[in-house]
Structures are given as C-alpha cells and as structure tokens.
C-alpha cells in the first residue's frame, strides 16, 4: 500500500514535468528547442524487472562489472548511418539569412574573439586553453558560445529519464541528470568541424531511484553519444562510431570523444564550393528499454575550399566555421600603434559629416547626410557590412585607390571629382599616408556608386600595422572575398568594431 | 619584361621582401638580428616552426647571386622592418642600395634607397612617387611601360597587372634584378629582428 501510494505521488508530480519523449515544436528556433529535447526509455514490466535482477546480483558481487572499453570505432556503422535521421539540406541563401539572424540573438554572449594567431592544430583532445578561454559562464546559455568562427563550446544541463506505463499510467522509475559539454573546431586545412563532447566528471545525478536503485542500477545504465549531421551525406558527413559507457565511468572520467562533420564539397556553391551544414550531439540511455534519444541544439557550418588563404610559408586551402556569428575586426582606439587608424575608423562610422571628401564645396547646402557602412552594431543582423575584395581578380580595388588619391592628393583619374571637397592639405608622404574607411580591400570602399567614404592623413607606420591587422583578421576569421556568381546576400562580410 | 612573379600568389596578402647590396650577415644586422641568433633553414616551412629566447620578428634572408641579398618577411606586427626608412638608411650607406616591396590586403608600396637616402617611393596601385628624388627613375620606369607619376601612359603589360606584381616589376627595373620562383625556395638564414 504504501508503496502503491509513493508510486502515484510520483506520478501526480511528474505528471505536470516532464512527459516522455516530448515531441520537438517544428516552429521552435534551435535555442528554444533545445532546452527540451532530454532524452527518455520506454521500459516494459519486464524490463524493469530486468533491470531490478541485474542489480540485486550486483549488490550480492555476483557480477564483474564488464571491462568497459574506452574505445571508440573509428569508422562509423551502416547500422548507425541508417538509423540517423535526416532533415533537408537548407538552400544557401535561407542558411545564411538565419545565421545571421541567430548571431543578431546570441551577440551577448558570442563574440568572435579573433586572435592575432592562427588557432593551434586540431588533436585528439580539445586545447585546453581554448576550452578554459571558451567555457565561460556565456557557454552555458543555450545556444552556447562561439568564442571565434573556429571555435564553439556550451555546456548543458539535461537527462535521460526511465519511464515504465504500469496499467497504462506512465510512472517516472528515476532520472539520471548529468551535465554535458561540448567543444567544436573549425579546421583551417579541411572541410570540418571536430566536434568534441563528455559528460562533465562528476556532474551525474540519479534522482527519483529508490535507495537499491540508485546504487545499484542507475549508475550502470549504458549512455551512449555521437554527433550527427542534420543532413544527409549529399551535404554532411559524420564519422566515427558512437561511445557508450555506463553512468558510473561517464561521472568519473574527463575524457573527451571526438567525432568529425565534414561539409561536402559536392554540395558547395560559387567559386569558393560553400557549403553549409548543421550538427548537433545526439544520447541515449541503453540497456533494457526502448530509447528515445535526446539531442543538443543544432548549430550550423560553413565550409569552404577558397585557395588564397595564405599566411607566408602556410597555406589554407580548406576550412569550416561556425557561421551563427557576426565577424568583426576589434580596433582600440587607444592602441599605441593603430589607434591613429581606429580613432580615423570612429569618426567615419560615427560622425561621418564630419569627414573628407565633402559631400559639395564648402559653402553649398548639404544635400543628406554621408553614409558610410561597415560599423558592428551587434544586434543588428541588417547593418550594412563589408564585403572583402582583392587586388588580383576584383578591378573595385584599382578604382578604390584611384578615388582615394583624388580625395587625398587631387592627383589622378579622379582628380576632378575631388577638387573642392577633398582633403584640404595634403599628406606629407615623407611622414605620413592617405588613410581611407572603408578600406581599399572592400567592395564599400571609395570607388562604391551608393556608399560613401572618409580620408584622412596619418602616420605612415600606423597605416601600415593596421593594413597588417587586417591581413591577420582575413585569415583568421576566414572572411571570404566577394563572389560575383552569388547573391550580394549571400556573400560573407565583416564589420568594424572600435573600442577604447 | 617577363611576367613579374606573383609573390600575393605564393604567400599572401601580407609580405615584405627586400633587395640590398651586401652578404647575409650585413643585411641582417642592418635590420637588427643578431647574427649570434641567425639560424640556417632549409625551407620557409621550416622557419616558420623556429624560436628564440629572444623576442622579435621572424626575418629569412639568402643571397642570390651579384653581391644581392633578398630578405622575406611575413610578420609585420610592429612594421615592415623592411619598409623602414631608417633600417633603408643604414642598409644602403656608404654606396650601398636597398630596395623594398611590401603588400598588405589595402596596400602596395616599393622604396628604394641609396647613399642612405630614400631616394623614391613608389604606389603601383595609383603610379604615385615620392622621396628627395622622385622622378629619378620616370624615363626608366616609363621606357618599362609604367604610366608617369600622373597616371598617364602606360602599357598594357604594366596596367594589366595587379598592383603587386606591378611592385615586383618596379623593383625590377629599378634594381636591374628579377626575382626568380628559385630564389625563395631556400635555403635561407633565419633570425628574429629586434625593430
């Protein structure tokens, strides 16, 4: 009776938490979504009985716990390939346009932290110093974090819960709670995300178990992970088997598993094969029962196979990002070496009227106001950005520089068009050099029909570390250049953030 | 002219290369390594994974024939080393020359100094000069197909390059020496510049 009566207390207070294998909302945004999708077991009187026997022989030591195999196939089962659902590939542009919109929600606590270095080679095990600089607090909003394009960490609260359905009234048996965290990084030398994940040591919890039950069955339920693709292997590719361990060695080891999602490149569009795809760390409970697995929130990719990503001696011919946040390039206007540039930067996105070339001589009515793009306003996943160009393939650049040298020095081509309202002193080259925002190396620079632009002299040295800046912020953050065979939209851009 | 090599194509938008009279070691320390720290490299590849107790930029240097030598860089943190009228000066003092080309991803420029004066500057985007002497070398860069400092003229050769390969033929011209494919394959001396 009394154990009758804890039964139905169970129920009546379950019953309002969490039902089993809860359906997903197909409207839901992934945020939304995946704070819910825990995972569940179906079990069967029998089962459970199971279940029960297994642990009374653990409790009389008539078992040897089998030896628990760490490994991990490296190769991924037909079985698995078959029995992993797929969605639909998104079309480009549709991808693009919610990455954007996602990077516009999730900009708080994702900030592209690009650094003035290469990201270190991928390995076996996550860098710990990447995972210490990336596993903030941040990483534990749902989303997670995207620390740079590279690399993505979120650490999550979730379960697997045992239900058994006595006379058809679902019954919690117990929960076992446990913390997940994952780390993905994007490879600057091929088309793929390492996807990283554990369970975190010690964070396992088994919550509603009897007494016997929590020491004797909870623990040695099998949990299995493994990353999957969103899309099918036309788009996305995952490797690497599943891991399965018992509860017990999840809660007391810090091993890391690994598993690779590749963006096919037969997918890709444009000069540049883009490709986008989306993965997302899938687990169950294993043992007696029927799992429904539970799964992290889809986050979505972008790869690439660009060939003039080079950085001297190194080359980068291939690689994929996580593509849910707005890139921007970070210049402090206080630095001792650029801040002549930042602080030209500020004034442009910022008071732009007050900047050079005029918009008409001195002493005529002001038609409108200057408009100059490129500023990073985080929350804004409309703002107008900047789109790079090169030198060799785009002929903007040439004409950049051309306008520049009309607004700077009234020489050249341009000349004419700058000859009352550009720089009304020229730049002593001797010290100094013709600055201009936007930059030479973007489709928005001076040359641009609709954008307008500001010049400004200053130290040639500060000119030239910031164009350096630059360099290192186009490999590191991968910006794309323009391509002319896709959608202005749908090209990659950046944006210029200043700060103290 | 041949095709002037295309150094943004083999490295990048971000590098400095420098042409100066002298061995390895002179050049070297005129742009402040010490030659106690200069190290022999096979490959640029391999220069890249070196390091020093002692900070600094990464500079490679070789000498490549008629008394040349040619340093590379890529770092630029603190400045083309290269691209510094004083390490220019000193580089080219007493008779000496030194000429250098660098490329970042909104700019292109060539100087070139003597008598440890910088003697012309040179945009190839904009055909812009400057220096104690600008048009010193305007008949000889003119009868090269570069336009005048004006941005008139020119050949179809020379404006149909891009601004760094046009830097490169610039340095060509104003050297009498073309830099070859062969002469960045190595092997090299490496050693971190103090500038």
Redesign the interface.
Known sequence: MIAAAAAAMIVASTLAATEPAAAADPAATPKEAAERFEANVTLTEAQYQQMLDEGKLREAGKTTPPAVSKQQTAQRSTAVDTATPHEPALPPATAERQARQAAAQEAATSTDEVT?TAAPAIGDTPDQALVDQCMTDDAEDGFGRIMNRFVYCKRFETSVSFWRYPLGIPVLVGRNEFTLELFAHGDDHDRRIRTFARVQEGSVDYDVWSPFERLFVAPYVPLELIANCVEDFNTCAATRGPVTLPFVVWDNSDDWYYWDIRGQESAGVGRDKISYAQWYVQFRGLGPGVPDPGHSAYRQIRCDSAD???????VYPMACIHNEVTPHLTMSRSDL?IGEVARHIDLAQLEPNRTYPLLVPLGFPVPRDKVIPGRYIADDAAAPGLH?I???VDPE??AN??HV?GAC?K???NAAEYADTGLPERPD??VD?CD?YP???TLEGAAHPDWDFSVRAVAK?A??????L???Y??NDRILSVDFTLPLTDNDRYYVNIVD | MADPI?L????????CVTLTRGDVFEALSGMEVDPADCRPVP???D??GLTWPVPGVLLVAREIGAGLTLVLE?D?????VG??PDVLAVLSATGGMACSI?K?????ELSYAADADLVT?L?P??F?R?GSAPERFDDTLRAAGFPGP??DGGSSDILGL???QRAVAAMTVLTGTALTAAMFDGPWAAGPSAH
Request: no cysteine; glycine share 14%; aromatic share 14%.
């Open positions: 003035v003039y990503f080079r950085l001297g001696a190194g070496a790079r090169r030198e060799a650049y040439q520089r051309d040298r020095y020489e050249g081509p080259t001797t050099q201009e930059m030479a190396s040295k000119n030239s570390d910031a164009g350096n630059v360099r290192d186009y490999v | 295309d943004t194509g083999m490295f990048g938008e971000g590098w490959t640029l590849a220069a890249a890529f630029g943190s603190t400045g083309w691209a510094d660098y970042n991803p909104n700019r292109e500057g945009d985007a904009t812009r400057w004006d941005g891009p601004p760094s």
